[in-house]
Structures are given as structure tokens and as C-alpha cells.
């Protein structure tokens, strides 16, 4: 089970992927409340996906999850039982903003796990923290929109399907990974190397 330092280090990043947005005051107050108030829920969902996911999918039930599927299961949990329904009907709040919002938590969980092993990701986490601390995306081949905000479309038609997934999900992180350990490589031989990172900015 996660300790109790390890939540609060991740609301408190939700907390900062929130105050990254751009959102009114209130908004963003509101959000603040909601994720406070759900948190409990949030907490129960993701030690429910979890556990269901060591017991389907791993050979080690008993064994910790890996950072992709620890990220995963905590997104979903986040689309799951994060409620916000009034906020959304708010006018002041741009659409898609829970998505983002879960793609920002996932993606603080995923660059926490990373950094617990220094030695190992000593390379990627020097790319990382040159870049203000956010994961780079890719840019989109077929598609005038940037990749983060087709993620978030993602996420939003998963919730409405009932579809979201944690191998599917988890698989997606695990490819920004391999995408960011490649920037990473690529910056470390050629300085002036540019790529495409995380755009907060509120979607139209």
C-alpha cells in the first residue's frame, strides 16, 4: 500500500498541475476543493484498480506495480472519482479541463517514480529538470492538434464508453517515456535540440 507521504506528495502535485492552468481564481479554486474533497474516493478506487490489476496481470501478485501502471491506475481512479460535474458546467471553465488535469497527475507520478532511482535515470532526469520538470509529447503526424490535447479527447470518450483500460494506458505512458529518454539522448549530443513539451494552455 502506498504510504500517506506518497499521497500527499501526489495531491500536492495535482495541486500544481492546477495552478499551472490557465483558469480563473475561482476556477481553480473550485478545482482545489474538488480534488480535496474527492480524494478519499480517489484513493479507494486506485487501491481497488491496483490490486486488480496484480492479480490479473502480474506474475507477483504481492509485488509492487511498475510506474506505468501505477500512473495508469491512478489516472483512471482520477476519472473515475474526481467530481466535478459543477465545475464543468461552469462557463469560466474550458473544456477537457479534468483530462488535463489527470494527464498532469499522471504525469507528476510518472516523473516522481523516475526520480526514485537517480542512478539509473540520471540522464532522462537531467532532460527533465532542464525543462521545467514536464515530460515532453510528441509532435502529431496526422493531426492539426497538439498530442496532448487528442490524450485528453482519449481520456474524455474512454470515461464516456467505459473503456479506459490500465495495460492500454500504461502502455501510452510507457511509450512518452521511451519518447522522453530519446530527446534525452538526443539533447545530450546536440544541445540545441528542440522538442515539443507539455502545453497547459486552455484548449478552444
Known amino acids: 500500500m502506498a504510504s500517506q507521504e506518497s499521497y500527499d506528495a501526489f495531491f500536492g502535485d495535482t495541486i500544481v498541475t492546477i495552478d499551472r492552468e ?61 467530481e466535478m460535474t459543477q465545475i464543468e458546467q461552469n462557463p469560466l471553465t474550458p473544456r477537457l479541463t479534468k483530462e488535463r488535469i489527470v494527464i498532469g497527475a499522471g504525469a507528476s507520478i510518472l ?37 496532448a490535447q487528442n490524450w485528453a479527447l482519449c481520456l474524455f470518450y474512454g470515461k464516456q464508453d467505459n473503456s479506459l483500460h490500465v495495460l492500454s494506458l500504461s502502455n501510452t505512458l510507457f511509450l512518452i517515456e521511451v519518447f522522453n529518454r530519446e530527446r534525452a539522448t538526443q ?18
Open 111 to 147: 516523473i516522481a517514480m523516475i526520480k526514485e532511482n537517480r542512478e539509473k535515470n540520471s540522464e532522462l532526469i537531467t532532460f527533465l529538470d532542464k525543462n521545467k520538470g514536464v515530460l515532453a509529447f510528441p509532435d502529431t503526424l496526422c493531426d492539426e492538434e497538439p498530442y
Open 187 to 204: 539533447q545530450q549530443y546536440n544541445p540545441g535540440a528542440t522538442h515539443n513539451i507539455v502545453n497547459f494552455q486552455p484548449f478552444n
Open 22 to 82: 490557465t483558469l480563473p481564481k475561482t476556477v481553480r479554486a473550485s478545482l482545489n476543493r474538488a480534488i480535496e474533497e474527492s480524494r478519499p474516493n480517489i484513493i479507494a478506487e486506485y487501491e481497488k484498480l491496483r490490486d486488480e490489476t496484480k492479480k490479473r496481470f502480474m506474475q507477483d501478485a504481492d509485488g509492487p506495480l511498475d510506474r506505468h501502471k501505477c500512473a495508469a491506475c491512478f489516472m483512471i481512479a482520477m476519472m473515475n472519482k474526481l
